[in-house]
């Protein structure tokens, strides 16, 4: 080693050691920029340019195969004709070329004297105005002379310029006539190619050209990238930013490139289209436009953040998904993201955060099933959800249950397995759950049961029913169960596939009604529902007395004797008395006052009041209206309304760690089996998780799961709601009304429901359509009709029931209607003014088309198979009818009413020639005129009530 | 079977202990530890047994956190440093002992040579190397960037940052105020004191160890049991709720752990004598008083007579008293901790009113 003094080192060595460490330190800093650089959604974008690029080829080749060739040849041989033909005049061209160019350089030079004179007489007339007001008049004259010569230069030179303007304009006339035959040539060139050369230029921007790769540089790709991240600023809807709310940005199309273009579908994500592009969502037609309502909003996820696969915290649908991300993308769960995407299963239940007062929202099927479901399964009873907490005790009520039912141990069998008795039993099972079948909980439960059903029947009132039970034909009773309607709401033990198929759960599966319901009571039931039970809904049919005897027997006809056998254990006063003195007697006292306590109760007291803190303890009251439990009580459930928002930490999973843990992993296993979460724990008797078992269907779950998930805490601005109009809150408010009595179950209601409508073969022989009511009746004849029901239809067998409606509810419902369909609320009573020869017109029409073939009633005594025309008048609305004889099956699809004046593509067209100028609107009208001249100004006689 | 033995046992109690005995037997047989084999199998086991606990995958993802690789790093340069220089030292006082000086004294190693190039160029390719370094961990290793701000949904378990935790781990121990504010204050002051107290020439300019037993015992004391230790438990130890997880436990945030902690009035004045807790702060807090003080002042006397004596003649009484109270202060936290530990005590002194607990 060579070592100078004073050198520890050799300085060639040092210099070669910092020649090493400089390279590597810049090849480390290059490798830092390109670990920057490159980015995993860069990749994709490239990758979709090559799509892009193969799309648009195989639509010119598409679109080059559909030219007619001969057609070009002639165009191309047409040109080159047109060509030979201006060269003849090409001396002429010349010169006119010539003298436009030399018109055009005086046009120029007139322009700029124009604009000198303009701003000279503008300047010389603010310093005369100046000058009068500093009171400098000599000047002021001056200036006014100056002004006024530099302003009539500035007409003279406008006039000129539009004198030359004018010849400008006859040369080119002239020049447009000589080349008028290439002009045309062009034209039709650019009409065969003309789509293909728009796609080829748009090809080009496929290339990746080396400008391309310039652009899209390191370092330079600040300047002007086309691979870049592309993203929506949603003003609407915001993102909690915990001390600020902010719009919310979304910028999933950075790689999800084609999702709003239609023609990807065949695609892998993410480079596919949006499957419902143009109705849902992301189209610019859809209803709700990517630009407004971003992709975040609906199906939730860290929009802003593109960093890799996992950063927007995408969530897969199922295992199988996830095993394939896991692969593909490396996916793991999410850290830390409270609101990651919902599983494509779940989207729907996004809807609820913006239409939140729409009882059934269009599109969303699964949604509106999973909302039936919480509404039929009384959800909202226990638990607080708003929005729902109009809606009404889900159960019947119990105060006179005992005069309904055969025996007291029924009940007590009833309580602790309802689907023992009927499997298809909205009523939950409580009891013989995982949790509570240890033999000393068991013990103590039937303790509770025995005490419930006491206080039950003890505090029952009596009921005496309107009529007995005289037995009766019960194939007969089939036959009507199956065509007046009972089937829009209940389905029944033993009916026709088809009619069961229905499948409407308003009312209760109607199964073993011989072995649980007092004959006597079934008779009166059905005969008048509200005379046992004033608010049930539960309408009458307005059965004969023969009708609901042989209903009733029909139903009697079923057993179940299985279940009539078994035999409640006996009530054990000693587990009752433990019960009563460790739950709940010590709860605020010790042992000693409460033992005190219970001796100063007799037996009976002592039953009953384990019977009342029962029902307190296990919220029977929630459903059902109990003696003693009147008045606003507690929910016993916790509230739901952010359930879609609670923290995934704040789910106790218990022992449970098969059940994966997120939001829908918790609410699925909840629904299925909610007693679970106790199971492996150490709890005591009281402390028990009391939420009972539904016995809910897989499908079923996942309705009400997205229902719940959809119940999130965000906060939308009101611009980004969906806010309803005056009419259209009215027709909510008119549908909640029309849910609780499950109108949806007969009929269509623009659209909604109608699953008995569906089940007829020939739909007009079932419940009608109800397509913008409020549009087809006048407003006083609903609520006349909906109160005393009259025949409209004769030959139909289905029965329009009469409901208990509350008077408010009448209201709301036919205002519903009436504003829905924004329409006044009374008509006018027509008057019929004919024009000349209008009437005559009308009766030709109406022989012509032969109304009264089916429209017979008051005609002629054929079997009608249509409406009586003659209470039309003062049922339905005169547009309407117009409206309807124009198109009726754009309001009943099925109905059998001939579109006369339709000529098969939707345009009108006359139905009568040579009859009112051939003008179909007036024929129609003439028509509407003569039915409502003819028309009654009375109503129909109501059927008769049963009272 | 061993790994549960090992969460057990690294629990503060017993691996506390177990280090500080280490550190004391370190410190006594210089003469092992000061050398290469020493060294070298240590640094061996140290590795198998590190590779051995990667293998376990709790543990593997607690010490894979972004934020914990650093303390990692800081265990490998700490090992390093410190055994080098004790190496170093013993070397020396060997050579001292006989008769040879330290080894930086000899002609060879006291030759002079320029600042430039020599230094200010080596600076340069450490400052270069160091860069390289740290962008290539910033490559691999990205800065985790977590999401908004949530008040109300804070992380758990929080903590601060790494080097911060020896810290954050003293407030298990101490009222915040001490924890947060006396204590670092201390240190702070303490550190730059040690130059002013500190006028023992020998070792300047050399390593040894046998000329600063009491110096470097004491520092080392302070770095490694008080400072880089509570860090690794802070770090590896410490999971949701700031509860006590093995190294290979998992962290469940649901653990529970039933920890009542009283104070000494509590202790003495209804534990022991029976009684209710008289009204007068001052009465009621006598005992705490009289600890406190008879801790801070009463035991100079002592300490003094039994082995301070001859530093006090060679320090001057200034220099002597004032570390004297570094020394105390420093040692209370050991003291606190084994209180803890042993007798579940809060606080010595507990004067809320005053917001004043020791």
């Known amino acids: ?947 | 079977m061993i790994k549960e033995a090992i969460n057990y046992l690294s629990s503060p109690l017993f691996s506390f202990t177990a280090f500080i005995i280490l550190f004391a037997l370190a410190m006594k047989r210089i003469d092992i530890v000061g050398t290469k084999k020493f060294g070298w199998g240590l640094l061996i086991f140290v590795l198998v047994v590190f590779v051995w606990m990667v293998s376990d995958p709790v543990f593997f993802t607690i010490i894979s956190l972004p934020d914990n690789v650093p303390i990692i790093i800081l265990n490998g340069l700490v090992f390093w440093s410190t055994w080098y220089a004790l190496y170093r030292g013993h070397q020396n006082d060997l050579r001292i002992e006989a008769g040879e000086g330290p080894i930086e004294g000899t002609p060879e190693n006291r030759e002079k040579v320029w600042a430039w190039p020599n230094l200010v160029y080596t600076e340069l390719f450490a400052g270069i190397l160091c860069t390289i370094f740290l962008i290539v961990w910033a490559i691999f290793l990205k800065a985790p960037l977590e999401e908004p701000a949530n008040p109300t949904w804070a992380p758990n378990p929080a903590k601060a940052p790494w080097y911060f935790l020896g810290l954050q781990e003293m407030l298990v121990y101490f009222d915040p105020w001490m924890a947060g504010v006396v204590l670092p204050g201390l240190i702070l002051v303490g550190l730059i004191a040690i130059p002013f107290i500190d006028v023992n020439p020998k070792g300047n300019g050399y390593y040894t160890f046998k000329e600063r037993k009491f110096a470097i015992t004491g520092f080392l004391f302070g770095w490694l049991a008080l400072w880089v230790f509570l860090i690794q438990v802070g770090t590896f130890l410490r999971g949701p709720n700031w509860t006590f997880y093995g190294p290979f436990e998992y962290w469940d945030a649901h653990k529970v752990v039933a920890e009542n902690n009283i104070n000494l009035s509590e202790i003495i004045w209804i534990k022991m004598l029976n009684m209710g807790l008289p009204k007068n702060i001052f009465v009621r807090e006598i005992f705490g008083l009289i600890a406190t003080f008879g801790y801070m002042f009463g035991t100079i006397p002592l300490i003094t007579k039994k082995w301070g004596q001859s530093y006090l003649e060679r320090m001057g009484a200034i220099r002597y008293y004032i570390m004297l109270a570094l020394i105390l202060g420093m040692m209370s936290l050991p003291i606190k901790m084994y209180l803890r530990w042993f007798f579940d005590l809060k606080y010595i002194l507990a004067m809320p009113e005053f917001e004043l607990n020791l």
């Open chain 1, 1 to 947: 080693m060579k070592r100078e003094p004073g050198m520890a080192y050799d300085t060639n060595v040092l210099n070669k050691i910092f020649a090493v460490i400089s390279v590597c330190f810049l090849l480390v800093v290059i490798w830092m920029v390109f670990d920057d650089y490159i980015r995993p959604w860069k990749a994709v974008q490239v990758k979709a340019l090559d799509i892009e690029k193969q799309k648009t080829q195989e639509k010119i080749k598409e679109i080059e195969g559909s030219i007619d060739s001969e057609k070009l040849k002639e165009v191309k041989a047409n040109i080159v004709a047109a060509e030979k033909e201006i060269e003849g005049r090409k001396a002429e061209l010349d010169k006119l070329n010539e003298e436009k160019a030399e018109i055009q350089r005086k046009i120029y030079v007139q322009n700029m004297v124009n604009g000198v004179n303009g701003s000279q007489a503008a300047a010389y007339q603010f310093k005369y105005e100046h000058a009068l007001v500093e009171k400098h008049f000599d000047d002021a004259k001056k200036l006014k002379v100056t002004f006024q010569d530099y302003k009539k230069k500035e007409i003279e030179g406008k006039d000129n310029l539009k004198g030359l303007q004018a010849s400008e304009g006859k040369v080119d006339e002239k020049i447009k006539q000589l080349v008028a035959s290439r002009t045309e040539a062009e034209r039709q060139l650019k009409e065969l190619m003309g789509s293909r050369d728009l796609l080829l230029q748009a090809m080009t921007l496929t290339e990746k050209t080396p400008i391309w790769a310039m652009r899209n540089a390191p370092f330079i790709d600040y300047l002007d990238p086309t691979i870049k991240i592309r993203q929506y600023v949603v003003q609407n809807v915001t993102d909690d930013r915990y001390f600020q709310h902010v719009p919310k940005i979304d910028r999933c199309t950075t790689c999800h490139v084609f999702i709003d273009k239609a023609g990807y579908e065949d695609q892998e994500n993410p480079y596919k289209t949006h499957p419902k592009v143009d109705s849902l969502a992301v189209g610019v037609n859809s209803a709700h436009p990517v630009k407004e309502f971003g992709c975040t909003s609906c199906h939730g996820g860290v929009g802003d953040r593109v960093n890799d696969f996992n950063s927007p915290a995408h969530i897969p649908q199922n295992e199988e998904q996830a095993k394939v991300w896991k692969e593909k993308y490396h996916w793991h769960e999410p850290h830390k993201v409270p609101q990651p995407m919902l599983p494509l299963q779940y989207t729907e239940g996004m809807c609820i955060k913006c239409h939140k007062d729409e009882e059934r929202i269009p599109m969303a099927e699964k949604l509106n099933h999973g909302r039936e479901l919480v509404e039929n399964y009384g959800c909202y009873a226990c638990h607080k959800i708003e929005g729902w907490q109009h809606l009404e005790k889900p159960g019947p009520a119990l105060s006179k249950v005992t005069s309904k039912v055969l025996s007291k141990d029924w009940i007590k069998n009833w309580i602790w397995a309802p689907q023992a008795f009927n499997p298809e039993s909205r009523m939950p099972q409580f009891f013989d759950q995982p949790n509570n079948s240890a033999p000393e909980f068991r013990a103590r439960n039937q303790a509770e049961v025995n005490a419930m059903a006491e206080y039950i029947v003890k505090s029952n009132t009596s009921y005496k029913p309107i009529q007995k039970f005289a037995g009766g034909n019960s194939a007969n009773g089939k036959d009507l169960i199956q065509t007046i309607g009972c089937v829009g709401c209940h389905t029944v033990e033993g009916l026709d596939e088809q009619w069961n198929k229905v499948g409407q759960k308003a009312g209760p599966y109607l199964t073993g009604l011989g072995s649980k319901v007092d004959p006597d009571w079934l008779v009166s039931w059905l005969k008048q529902p509200s005379h046992y039970d004033p608010t049930t809904i539960m309408p009458s049919f307005r059965l004969t007395d023969k009708e609901a005897n042989d209903i009733a027997s029909y139903l009697l006809s079923f057993k179940n004797e299985q279940f009539a056998s078994l035999k409640f254990p006996e009530l054990d006063p000693k587990v009752r008395d433990q019960i009563l003195i460790e739950d709940y007697f010590s709860a605020f006292e010790t042992i000693e006052a409460a033992k005190a306590k219970l001796s100063k109760l007799s037996e009976d007291e002592r039953t009953m009041e384990l019977g009342r803190r029962s029902i307190n303890k296990y919220g029977c009251y929630s459903c059902h209206n109990i003696p003693g439990f009147e008045g606003d009580l507690p929910q016993i459930g916790p509230e739901l309304t952010k359930e879609g928002s609670k923290p995934v930490e704040q789910f106790g999973f218990g022992q449970q760690t098969h059940v994966p843990h997120t939001r829908h992993g918790w609410l699925t296993q909840h629904l299925k089996s909610p007693r679970i979460w106790d199971v492996g724990v150490p709890k005591q008797f009281k402390d028990l998780n009391k939420m009972p078992n539904f016995y809910l269907n897989d499908q079923e779950v996942e309705s009400m799961v997205l229902v719940l998930l959809g119940q999130v805490a965000d906060r939308i601005p009101l611009a980004g709601q969906r806010r309803l109009s005056a009419g259209e809150k009215q027709y909510q408010e008119g549908m909640k009304v029309a849910n609780k009595y499950n109108c949806y179950g007969c009929h269509k209601i623009d659209g909604v429901g109608g699953a008995l409508s569906e089940a007829f073969e020939d739909q007009n022989y079932g419940p009608p359509y109800l397509t913008r009511q409020g549009f087809r009746t006048q407003t006083d004849w609903l609520f006349d009709f909906l109160q005393n029901v009259h025949p409209i239809r004769p030959y139909v067998k289905v029965r329009m029931p009469t409901f208990p409606f509350k008077h408010s509810e009448l209201n709301k419902l036919v205002s519903g209607f009436q504003g829905g369909a924004n329409q006044v609320t009374f008509e006018e009573n027509p008057k019929i003014e004919w024009e000349p020869g209008e009437k005559a017109a009308a009766q030709r029409i109406w022989e012509e088309m032969a109304c009264a073939t089916c429209h017979t009633l008051g005609f002629n005594s054929d079997a009608p198979q249509a409406p009586d025309l003659h209470y039309a008048k003062k049922r339905l609305r005169g547009e309407w009818m117009e409206s309807w004889i124009a198109n009726p099956q754009s309001y009943l699809p099925y109905t059998s009413m001939p579109a006369f004046w339709d000529d098969g593509e939707g345009k009108l067209y006359p139905a009568v020639d040579g009859v009112l100028d051939n003008d179909p609107k007036r024929q129609i009208r003439a028509v509407r005129k003569l039915i409502q001249e003819f028309g009654y100004d009375t109503k129909p006689k109501p059927f008769p009530e049963n009272k």
